[in-house]
């Protein structure tokens, strides 16, 4: 639990916003179906959960993640590599449920989110990298939700 950090969902309400910010701009009427909605929550969940395991992965031999459980040995990298691989199995087993647009989107950001631990080392502005990460749910929400009511119309 420590290694998702699930004891603070700041993060999880910070991707989820943008996700339903794209579903209402897709949605006549502005009333949301319910299962995007879901979908959403449980794929901003599972993100967030994962962007949290790359992250340490990434952070472990820097010395402000000391307590972390990653670098403490609390969880091997081979325990926190098969957590990652479940809940990147599960955001893919929510991306597959929306429509082929919005499974384009979500595969084209994909490796911008295992960047951004990298770009804070690398490059001036990684605000910018992780700025596109968290905020491609706008994008994504949209075409679900257009591509949806579109088909149901």
Request: glycine residues 12%; contains cysteine; charged residues 10%.
């Amino acid at each position: 639990m420590r290694l998702t950090r699930a004891n603070s969902q700041v993060g999880t309400h910070l991707l989820l916003l943008p996700c339903f910010w794209g579903i209402m701009l897709g949605t006549p009427g502005f009333v949301p179906d319910t299962n995007l909605l879901a979908l959403f929550g449980v794929g901003a969940l599972g993100a967030r959960s994962a962007g949290c395991i790359i992250n340490d992965f990434a952070d472990r031999d820097i010395d402000r993640t000391k307590a972390r459980p990653l670098t403490t040995g609390e969880i091997t990298p081979n325990q926190a590599g098969v957590l990652l691989g479940g809940l990147m199995a599960m955001n893919f087993g929510v991306l597959f449920s929306l429509p082929p647009a919005a499974i384009k989107l979500g595969f084209a950001v994909t490796p911008i989110v295992f960047a951004y631990p990298y770009a804070k080392r690398y490059f001036a502005y990684p605000q910018v990298v992780l700025g596109t990460a968290m905020n491609s749910g706008i994008m994504i929400g949209y075409a679900a939700s257009a591509w949806t009511h579109a088909v149901n119309w």
